[in-house]
């Protein structure tokens, strides 16, 4: 029977080791940190939800086509318009 690998240590000590801490945790070890009262902590990996891809500048270049007339009102269109007051220039 296999038995994992255990690390533990002082707060003190694994101020100074986290980093190397958090791989070993990451591969399957346990890390165990004491505190000076006496209290213990065990770090374990934990898996976040997967980010959500965001699409990239550009990449619908070609595949989308605007009309060039596509800020005018259509025809008929007009008594839907909000009543808008004309600026004084």
Do not use: C
Request: net charge negative.
């Amino acid at each position: 029977m296999h038995t994992a690998a255990m690390t533990t240590m002082t707060l003190d000590q694994a101020r100074n080791q986290l980093a190397d801490l958090l791989a070993r945790a990451a591969r399957g070890e346990e890390v165990i940190i004491v505190r000076d009262d006496g209290s213990t902590f065990t770090v374990v990996p934990t898996q976040l939800p997967p980010r959500k891809k965001r699409g990239l500048v550009g990449s619908m270049e070609g595949k989308i086509w605007m009309a060039d007339d596509f800020d005018e009102i259509p025809e008929g269109f007009e008594p839907y318009l909000p009543d808008i007051p004309e600026k004084d220039d």
